[in-house]
C-alpha cells in the first residue's frame, strides 16, 4: 500500500503543478478555450478540404485541406474581439486577407523569377511591411497585415501558381466557414486578450510619421537583407529567417530587444524537443498530431504574456508537424534554430538604426 501511493503521488505531483501553471497562465480558462477553437478550426477546415466533392473539383498543385486550414487556424489566432458577431466579421475578412497575400505572391512571383532563386521572396517583403504599418488600424488592421504576410509565405513554402488561384478561393471559403464555427459556439466563454504582436506602436511624435510605418520598414528592410543572403550564399528556409525577423519589431528598441530574446530562447527550447521527438513522428504520427494540437492550445495561452513559451510550443509544433508529413531531415529541421537566431538579429539590428523608436508602445 505506502509503495502504491508514493507511485500515485509521484504521478500526481507532477500533474499538480501542470494544473498550477495553467491556472497562473490562464486563471478563467479562456486562453484555453481559444486554443481548442483554433485546433478546432484548423480540423474542420482541413477535413473539409479533403472531402472528394471538393478537392476533386478544384485543380490544385497542394492539398486544399492544408491550405484551408493554415488559413483558419491563424485568422483564429488573429481575431480578438468580444461578441460573436464581430468575432464572426473578423475572421472573414482575415481569412479572405490571407488569400489576398496567397493570390498576390502567385500573380508577382514569377515575373520575379528573373531576379535569381531568391527574387519570388521580395514578395515577402511587402508582408513583412504591412504587419508593422497596420498595426495603426487596431486589432483588426494588425491581423490582416500578419494575414497577408502568411497568405503569402504558404503560396511560396507550397510553390502555388497562377493555375492555383481558384483553389485560394476555395480555401478561403472554407476556412471561413471552418473558423466562424467554433467562435459562434464558444460564444461568451472566451474573453480575448490583445497580444503583443497584434498591439498598435506608440503615439506618433508631431510632425513625423506613424511610428507604425518606421516598424514596417524596419521589419521589410531586415527581410532584404535576408533575401540579399539567400541569393548570394542560399540559406535551407529563409522563409523562417524573414518571418522572425518581421515578428520581433515591437513598437521601441527595448521592446524589439525583449521580443528577439524569448522568440530565439523559445526557439532553442522547442526545437530540440521536437527533434527528440522524431522517432515518434515516423512510427506513431496519430500520436505527434495530437501533441501538436496541445502544444498550439498552450500557444495560444501563452502569446498574450509569455511570448518565449509559445515560441517553444509553435517550434515545436511546425518540427513534428513536418516530421510527420515525412519531412525527416534532421538539418533542415534543426535549421529552424539558426534561422531564427538569424532574422532576430538583423530584426533587431534594424530597430536599432533605422529609425529607431525610443518610445516604448503598450503591450511590447
Given at each position: 500500500?505506502?509503495?502504491?501511493?508514493?507511485?500515485?503521488?509521484?504521478?500526481?505531483?507532477?500533474?499538480?503543478?501542470?494544473?498550477?501553471?495553467?491556472?497562473?497562465?490562464?486563471?478563467?480558462?479562456?486562453?484555453?478555450?481559444?486554443?481548442?477553437?483554433?485546433?478546432?478550426?484548423?480540423?474542420?477546415?482541413?477535413?473539409?478540404?479533403?472531402?472528394?466533392?471538393?478537392?476533386?473539383?478544384?485543380?490544385?498543385?497542394?492539398?486544399?485541406?492544408?491550405?484551408?486550414?493554415?488559413?483558419?487556424?491563424?485568422?483564429?489566432?488573429?481575431?480578438?474581439?468580444?461578441?460573436?458577431?464581430?468575432?464572426?466579421?473578423?475572421?472573414?475578412?482575415?481569412?479572405?486577407?490571407?488569400?489576398?497575400?496567397?493570390?498576390?505572391?502567385?500573380?508577382?512571383?514569377?515575373?520575379?523569377?528573373?531576379?535569381?532563386?531568391?527574387?519570388?521572396?521580395?514578395?515577402?517583403?511587402?508582408?513583412?511591411?504591412?504587419?508593422?504599418?497596420?498595426?495603426?488600424?487596431?486589432?483588426?488592421?494588425?491581423?490582416?497585415?500578419?494575414?497577408?504576410?502568411?497568405?503569402?509565405?504558404?503560396?511560396?513554402?507550397?510553390?502555388l501558381t497562377i493555375n492555383d488561384l481558384w483553389a485560394i478561393g476555395i480555401?478561403?471559403?472554407?476556412?471561413?466557414?471552418?473558423?466562424?464555427?467554433?467562435?459562434?459556439?464558444?460564444?461568451?466563454?472566451?474573453?480575448?486578450?490583445?497580444?503583443?504582436?497584434?498591439?498598435?506602436?506608440?503615439?506618433?511624435?508631431?510632425?513625423?510619421?506613424?511610428?507604425?510605418f518606421f516598424m514596417g520598414l524596419q521589419a521589410a528592410i531586415g527581410a532584404?537583407?535576408?533575401?540579399?543572403?539567400?541569393?548570394?550564399?542560399?540559406?535551407?528556409?529563409?522563409?523562417?529567417?524573414?518571418?522572425?525577423?518581421?515578428?520581433?519589431?515591437?513598437?521601441?528598441?527595448?521592446?524589439?530587444?525583449?521580443?528577439?530574446?524569448?522568440?530565439?530562447?523559445?526557439?532553442?527550447?522547442?526545437?530540440?524537443?521536437?527533434?527528440?521527438?522524431?522517432?515518434?513522428?515516423?512510427?506513431?504520427?496519430?500520436?505527434?498530431?495530437?501533441?501538436?494540437?496541445?502544444?498550439?492550445?498552450?500557444?495560444?495561452?501563452?502569446?498574450?504574456?509569455?511570448?518565449?513559451?509559445?515560441?517553444?510550443?509553435?517550434?515545436?509544433?511546425?518540427?513534428?508537424?513536418?516530421?510527420?508529413?515525412?519531412?525527416?531531415?534532421?538539418?533542415?529541421?534543426?535549421?529552424?534554430?539558426?534561422?531564427?537566431?538569424?532574422?532576430?538579429?538583423?530584426?533587431?539590428?534594424?530597430?536599432?538604426?533605422?529609425?529607431?523608436?525610443?518610445?516604448?508602445?503598450?503591450?511590447?
Amino acid at each position: 500500500m505506502d509503495r502504491g501511493g508514493k507511485l500515485r503521488r509521484g504521478i500526481l505531483r507532477p500533474v499538480a503543478a501542470v494544473g498550477r501553471w495553467l491556472y497562473r497562465v490562464d486563471p478563467g480558462t479562456h486562453r484555453r478555450i481559444k486554443g481548442l477553437r483554433l485546433v478546432t478550426a484548423y480540423g474542420i477546415a482541413a477535413a473539409l478540404g479533403t472531402l472528394q466533392d471538393i478537392a476533386h473539383s478544384v485543380p490544385s498543385s497542394i492539398s486544399l485541406g492544408y491550405l484551408a486550414g493554415s488559413f483558419a487556424l491563424w485568422a483564429s489566432v488573429s481575431e480578438g474581439k468580444t461578441t460573436r458577431a464581430e468575432s464572426s466579421r473578423d475572421l472573414v475578412l482575415l481569412n479572405f486577407a490571407a488569400a489576398l497575400g496567397a493570390g498576390l505572391f502567385v500573380v508577382f512571383s514569377r515575373p520575379l523569377q528573373v531576379a535569381g532563386r531568391a527574387g519570388p521572396e521580395l514578395i515577402l517583403l511587402t508582408g513583412a511591411f504591412l504587419v508593422g504599418y497596420l498595426k495603426r488600424f487596431g486589432i483588426l488592421g494588425a491581423g490582416v497585415g500578419s494575414q497577408i504576410y502568411i497568405g503569402e509565405l504558404l503560396a511560396y513554402g507550397t510553390r502555388l501558381t497562377i493555375n492555383d488561384l481558384w483553389a485560394i478561393g476555395i480555401a478561403a471559403l472554407i476556412a471561413a466557414l471552418a473558423s466562424v464555427v467554433p467562435r459562434v459556439l464558444s460564444g461568451p466563454a472566451e474573453r480575448p486578450v490583445a497580444t503583443a504582436a497584434l498591439a498598435a506602436g506608440p503615439a506618433p511624435a508631431r510632425g513625423r510619421c506613424s511610428p507604425e510605418f518606421f516598424m514596417g520598414l524596419q521589419a521589410a528592410i531586415g527581410a532584404l537583407v535576408i533575401v540579399a543572403l539567400n541569393g548570394l550564399i542560399g540559406l535551407e528556409e529563409s522563409a523562417w529567417a524573414i518571418t522572425a525577423c518581421t515578428y520581433v519589431v515591437a513598437g521601441s528598441a527595448t521592446g524589439t530587444i525583449q521580443r528577439v530574446r524569448r522568440r530565439i530562447l523559445g526557439t532553442l527550447i522547442g526545437v530540440p524537443i521536437g527533434l527528440a521527438c522524431l522517432p515518434v513522428a515516423e512510427h506513431a504520427p496519430l500520436l505527434i498530431w495530437a501533441a501538436a494540437a496541445l502544444a498550439m492550445v498552450i500557444y495560444a495561452m501563452a502569446l498574450p504574456e509569455r511570448y518565449d513559451i509559445a515560441c517553444a510550443a509553435f517550434a515545436f509544433t511546425l518540427i513534428v508537424t513536418l516530421a510527420a508529413s515525412g519531412v525527416h531531415s534532421v538539418p533542415l529541421l534543426a535549421a529552424r534554430a539558426w534561422e531564427t537566431l538569424l532574422g532576430g538579429s538583423l530584426g533587431l539590428v534594424a530597430a536599432m538604426i533605422i529609425f529607431p523608436l525610443r518610445s516604448s508602445g503598450p503591450g511590447k
